[in-house]
């Protein structure tokens, strides 16, 4: 059953205003639903959509950088196709963010010091890589090893302590493997780098999916 909470306000009220027991069951199965949109807002498909995503993007700019010997980086078409990506996966995200927490507040959305600290994050990944080059790093590391490994270990690091103050120990393990796929990712060379992270994160996005899908069975069969 997946009543709205409208629907199992209407039905609550029954025929006259009667508490029945009908009323009542559907009054709970209404009071699990939000629990369970509360604490895992996304569910598992989006998961999964998004691992097909991440292994459609790295797998991308790997196919355009795994024979250049010396290592240059992505091509435009590379980049066109990735920046397509992108759209796909934010226009998803926003449409099942507004879908999961509609009508649900406090600790599912985001705080604004969240919001915060995660925009920080992702200047400042991407400063100090428009900083690299007049540093006198390489192009392997510039447009391979960094791009590729440092904003999985930075964002994952930084989304695990948001995970942590909330308690949230699931979201916590995913976002420490994804931190565990970009170490991976920096020693595999500039175009192994993108290999690396976007079967990782496949595989990272695919195990989340089915732990939240076997988390949402378990609960479904309790009594």
Known sequence: MNETP??????????????TPQAAALLLEQARWQARRRFEPYPPLFSAFRAIIALATYGTIWLSVRDQHPYRGPDVAAYLVVLALAAVNLGAAVMVSRRATAGIRGRT????????????????????????????????????LYPASAPLIVAGLAWAGIMVARANRPSTGTALAVAAVGALAAFAGPAGAWAVAGSGLCVVLMATA????????ARAMRP
Do not use: C, N, Q
């Open 210 to 217: 089915a732990a939240t899908a076997w988390r949402h069975r």
């Open 6 to 19: 409208d629907t199992g306000r209407a039905a609550a009220a029954g025929a006259g205003g009667e508490f």
């Open 109 to 144: 959305r985001m705080r604004p010091a969240e919001v915060t600290a995660m925009a920080a994050v992702w200047i400042g990944v991407f400063v100090v890589m428009g900083a690299l080059p007049a540093a006198g790093a390489s192009r392997g590391v510039v447009y391979g």
